[in-house]
């Protein structure tokens, strides 16, 4: 199986990340991808950058070197009642959020409240893609987050770091989550979570579980840029008809 997209990748803009744009956009084309997304962390993380870093990115060409860029965030859930780090004015510059828990954001607590503020910053209406859930110090009721999930149209992401040298002991959740969102007959996207560009499209250990459970590739959505395009599309994201042309002669 192979993904051709990428949705989570973080650069030297953030400070404890170590490759630019130009050496991700090199990795891609080495792996034969077809679009990454620039995710850095939103506002309330220490090493966010600044929020002119969000909309100067409308300098960015849409495709380089034949590899198409989104401009994403990696937002913070806030405590306790949920909702995200996305100052208004900076909406209109993402092509989509990731919604993420993060321990020196949010302070982990119960199951309880995890999923309260997790449902709740889905219906800010904000993010599109839930990420890394399976960290064992954030655990949630399953059931009730896959569900609203489904029913708001927001992925749920795989994170292969948690599964290779971020959170550790998130595989077994991750296995659990991925079977629940399989149950629900509902969606996820696989991403890398790369913070050197050696680990763009790294999927290996996510693409294990799809296969010892029996997930369909069919309800992986960023397998291709043309599939990931209509997500978003669905979210009323321009990103979707900018590149629409593009994403046709690619698929
Ligand atoms: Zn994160
Ligand atoms: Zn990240």
């Keep these: 199986m192979q993904i051709f997209v990428d949705t989570h990748s973080h650069t030297i803009a953030s400070t404890h990340a170590y490759s630019t744009l130009g050496e991700y956009v090199a990795e891609a084309k080495r792996k034969g991808m077809q679009?990454?997304?620039?995710?850095?962390?939103?506002?309330?993380?220490?090493?966010?950058?600044?929020?002119?870093?969000?909309?100067?990115?409308?300098?960015?060409?849409?495709?380089?070197?034949?590899?198409?860029?989104?401009?994403?965030?990696?937002?913070?859930?806030?405590e306790p009642s949920g909702g995200l780090d996305i100052p208004e004015g900076m909406l209109s510059y993402l092509d989509f959020a990731i919604a993420s828990f993060h321990e020196p954001v949010f302070t982990p607590g119960s199951k309880k409240e995890h999923t309260r503020a997790i449902i709740n910053s889905m219906k800010t209406?904000?993010?599109?893609?839930?990420?890394?859930?399976?960290?064992?110090?954030?655990?949630?009721?399953?059931?009730?987050?896959?569900?609203?999930?489904?029913?708001?149209?927001?992925?749920?992401?795989?994170?292969?770091?948690?599964?290779?040298?971020?959170?550790?002991?998130?595989?077994k959740n991750c296995k659990a989550i991925m079977e629940?969102?399989?149950k629900h007959d509902?969606?996820?996207?696989f991403s890398s979570d790369a913070h050197i560009a050696h680990h763009l499209g790294e999927f290996t250990e996510s693409i294990e579980i799809a296969k010892q459970i029996g997930f369909p590739e069919s309800r992986i959505v960023n397998q291709?840029?043309?599939?990931?395009?209509?997500?978003?599309?669905?979210?009323?994201?321009?990103?979707?008809?900018?590149?629409?042309?593009?994403?046709?002669?690619h698929t």
């Excluded at 291709?224 to 002669?249: I, M, P, Q, T, Y």
Aim: proline fraction near 6%.
């Design 125 to 171: 209406g904000h993010c599109q893609i839930l990420g890394h859930l399976g960290n064992p110090n954030y655990p949630f009721h399953h059931d009730e987050v896959i569900k609203a999930a489904k029913d708001l149209n927001v992925l749920v992401e795989i994170n292969n770091s948690s599964l290779t040298h971020s959170r550790a002991g998130s595989e």
């Design 180 to 182: 629940c969102i399989d």
């Design 186 to 189: 509902w969606k996820v996207v």
């Design 35 to 78: 679009m990454f997304s620039l995710t850095e962390h939103g506002p309330d993380m220490p090493d966010s950058p600044h929020p002119w870093h969000f909309g100067n990115r409308k300098v960015i060409p849409r495709i380089i070197d034949g590899i198409a860029i989104l401009k994403g965030i990696e937002a913070n859930i806030r």
């Design 224 to 249: 291709n840029a043309e599939r990931f395009l209509r997500f978003l599309g669905e979210h009323g994201k321009s990103v979707a008809v900018e590149l629409a042309d593009w994403s046709a002669s």
